[in-house]
């Protein structure tokens, strides 16, 4: 069956560091776009980094650009998220979404809070 497992995350300072991976398995991981989604509390759900199969198309929302870098590696299974700069806005949950012929696989969540 299809698994998504994220690690990373965590408490940073404002101005910090983290990174996120999800470890996929019960899919052919090389041929499908990865996502990465937040939600924040009381907000909608919104896509943060895509990534298609071979790497060559990347995509970014307005308000990660410059500080976030989406990347896979196919050898692994693993997508990732690399956050620099992080902000106090930045504070949501972290999914990350597998785009499927059957419906889209989600992972877990993963809680990020930049806070000093």
């Known amino acids: 069956q299809v698994q998504l497992v994220q690690s990373g995350g965590g408490l940073v300072q404002p101005g910090g560091s983290l990174r996120l991976s999800c470890a996929a398995s019960?899919?052919?991981?090389?041929?499908?776009?990865m996502s990465w989604y937040r939600q924040a509390p009381g907000k909608a759900r919104e896509l943060v980094a895509g990534?298609?199969?071979?790497?060559?198309?990347?995509r970014y929302a307005d308000s990660v650009k410059g500080r976030f870098t989406i990347s896979r590696d196919n050898a692994k299974n693993t997508v990732y998220l690399e956050m620099d700069s992080l902000k106090p806005e930045d504070t949501a949950v972290y999914y990350c979404?597998?785009?499927?012929?059957?419906?889209?696989?989600w992972g877990q969540g993963t809680q990020v809070t930049v806070s000093s």
């Open positions: 990534i298609s199969a071979t790497s060559v198309t990347l």
């Open positions: 019960g899919f052919t991981f090389s041929s499908i776009y």
């Open positions: 979404n597998a785009r499927l012929i059957g419906g889209d696989g």
